[in-house]
């Protein structure tokens, strides 16, 4: 089992920033990739970045890219977000999930086996 629980979200102005983390425990020695999504009221998880184990590899939502950059801390089992030029459609929860097949990186949420409870993240414009 792996425990994934996100923090840093918050309420913030259109433009702004905000660093997510998401932190893992449990059997942490296990090598995943890790994924983060997003979810607004009735709307499906959105993809938004995808990140290898080793960090080598990285893979971005249209969306996101040139805003957000995905990169992880395998020493303290943290990964982070950092988000950049927030719009206010970039408004959702945002969940971490973890990937236990460490082989190609993947956008679909069935692929991971693991998920935070998710922090809120809201701009405003």
């Known amino acids: 089992q792996v425990q994934l629980a996100e923090s840093g979200g918050g309420l913030v102005q259109a433009g702004g920033s905000l660093r997510l983390s998401c932190a893992a425990s449990?059997?942490?020695?296990?090598?995943?990739?890790m994924g983060w999504f997003r979810q607004v009221p009735g709307k499906e998880r959105e993809f938004v970045a995808a990140?290898?184990?080793?960090?080598?590899?990285?893979y971005y939502a249209d969306s996101v890219k040139g805003r957000f950059t995905l990169s992880r801390d395998n020493i303290k089992n943290t990964v982070y977000l950092q988000m950049n030029s927030l719009k206010p459609e970039d408004t959702a929860v945002y969940y971490c999930?973890?990937?236990?097949?460490?082989?190609?990186?993947?956008?679909?949420?069935?692929?991971?086996?693991?998920w935070g409870q998710g922090t809120q993240v809201t701009v405003s414009s």
């Open positions: 999930a973890a990937d236990l097949k460490v082989y190609g990186l993947y956008s679909s949420a069935e692929e991971y086996d693991y």
């Open positions: 990140n290898s184990w080793s960090g080598s590899s990285t």
């Open positions: 449990g059997r942490t020695s296990d090598r995943y990739n």
